[in-house]
């Protein structure tokens, strides 16, 4: 039996669904075979001899290696030792569970996944303070836009706060520090969680960590991480630095000695340009203010002028970008900033985006780089806090329509990495017994698998493969929600064998 890390000659007895189908006339098995990472010919099956290694599909649908387009590595990965708090309905209940939890190894408290926006409560400074007394506790916001902090944490980071809420680049430069673990705890816990993404079929992911990514990869591969394929991000603070190292956007970025099972995977991504806020700290940019606070139209954090700036800086170095633009008026501005400076790339979120705007994305060939699961999860946000919003909100519909090339992610770990949920939000934009949430925008099973994929089942494509139990393209969205995985390979090398 072929095992974990070894190469694949010949995948047996499967089924071709999503991009490559096109190219085979029915869905009778065939067998995929590969020669040096890629995919050298398909067959019927038993009509040509296999040769190397074999794996036996059993009749599972074969679908391009799937990539989730935005996560937080490290983040992701250690909240498997942070405490969960998605559950919390309250700021009381958030402190509680606080309270009950045990501190990690350096003595600090550290929860993550709370959502405040609908909570009955405010989180207050004395709340928290009541129930933690002096173990330094951190509470982080699902979407990472604020943090919770005791006093005992505030003095021990230096930062003053009435509330003990930090938003926005206080938030982050939080974030950042409880990231900063020990690199050998730190890539032990990304290992671990690069194996759990190869379960769900991912071969690749863009790895947008608030961190100088270009030391760690080649660091996390020479220790043996072969788990998919990464493009880290770069951050502005560290774009000179970036320019200086002669890093360019698409280029492979590893040690000549990297062990051969962890070749080629890791590439220079984008530049990522945070411009504005959230949703669910009420700082997303929109053109009309969040009820109950007429001044509050959210926040441009980069001012346009400097996005520009760093738009023309990044493309003129061979860098690609990537802009996080959640309100309208962010939109608008990335927008404006790549028709100014001629940058490509991709505008990250475009949670709320004007009509207007819709042909421009398709005009300047901007992909929208989109989590379809946070409409579902922010529905009654948006219910609450968008509703006299005239742009439209989470659009998958309308981008495709104007012909904008989608990209999916999950922004993990403010949603599961799981891109089979993102392409169940997209088909079915309903995850409860309510009906869908504006069901225009939905996508076909088609459309949503394309935007989770790179590449093709055919040959002469990498053979990035993904195994599956139901075929995608005919699966109901509780079946594409759970949909059974039995393999995954990069490059012909299996990563995961159910």
Request: charged share 20%.
């Amino acid at each position: 039996m072929i095992g974990i890390g070894e190469r694949v000659g010949t995948l047996v007895g499967v089924r071709v669904s999503g991009p490559g189908r096109e190219f085979l006339i029915d869905d009778e098995p065939v067998d995929i075979f590969i020669e040096d990472g890629r995919i050298s010919d398909i067959a019927p099956t038993g009509a040509v001899a296999p040769q190397g290694e074999i794996l036996e599909g059993n009749g599972a649908w074969a679908v391009p290696g799937l990539w989730d387009n935005h996560v937080h590595t490290v983040q992701w990965a250690l909240a498997a030792e942070r405490v969960a708090l998605g559950g919390a309905a309250s700021a009381s209940e958030a402190a509680a569970i606080m309270a009950a939890a045990a501190p990690l190894p350096d003595g600090r408290k550290v929860g993550s996944g709370f959502r405040d926006a609908m909570w009955p409560d405010h989180p207050t400074l004395a709340l928290l303070d009541s129930v933690t007394g002096e173990v330094p506790t951190y509470l982080i916001n699902a979407d990472v836009h604020s943090t919770w902090l005791n006093s005992a944490a505030l003095r021990l980071e230096g930062f003053a706060s009435a509330d003990g809420m930090l938003r926005e680049q206080d938030a982050f430069e939080i974030s950042r520090r409880l990231n900063a673990v020990d690199p050998v705890r730190g890539d032990a816990a990304v290992r671990d969680a690069g194996e759990r993404a190869a379960s769900r079929g991912v071969t690749g992911l863009v790895d947008f960590d608030m961190a100088w990514n270009a030391d760690a990869w080649p660091r996390r591969v020479a220790a043996g991480f072969a788990a998919h394929r990464v493009e880290f991000a770069i951050y502005p603070f560290d774009l000179e630095r970036a320019i200086r190292a002669g890093l360019r956007s698409g280029e492979l970025h590893q040690d000549e000695d990297a062990p051969e099972a962890g070749r080629d995977l890791i590439h220079v991504g984008p530049l990522k340009v945070i411009s504005d806020g959230s949703l669910g700290t009420r700082t997303a940019a929109c053109s009309h203010a969040y009820p109950g606070d007429p001044e509050n139209f959210g926040v441009l954090t980069v001012p346009p002028a400097e996005l520009a700036e760093l738009l023309t800086v990044a493309t003129g170095a061979g860098l690609a970008v990537a802009v996080h633009a959640i309100g309208d008026r962010a939109v608008t501005g990335a927008l404006d900033a790549f028709t100014t400076s001629g940058a490509v790339g991709t505008i990250e979120h475009a949670q709320l985006v004007r009509h207007a705007d819709l042909a421009r994305f398709g005009r300047l060939g901007i992909i929208a780089s989109v989590q379809p699961q946070h409409a579902l999860d922010d529905r009654d946000l948006v219910g609450r806090h968008w509703a006299g919003q005239t742009s439209i909100g989470y659009p998958l519909g309308a981008l495709r329509d104007a012909g904008v090339e989608l990209r999916f992610g999950s922004d993990a770990p403010v949603a599961p990495l799981d891109p089979w949920q993102a392409i169940a939000a997209a088909v079915t934009r309903t995850d409860d017994d309510r009906d869908p949430w504006h069901p225009e925008e939905r996508l076909t099973r088609e459309q949503a698998l394309r935007a989770s994929v790179r590449s093709s089942v055919r040959p002469g494509e990498l053979a990035d493969v993904a195994l599956c139990g139901y075929d995608p393209l005919t699966a109901s969205g509780a079946d594409l929600r759970g949909m059974p995985v039995t393999a995954t390979m990069v490059a012909g090398r299996l990563t995961y064998g159910a």
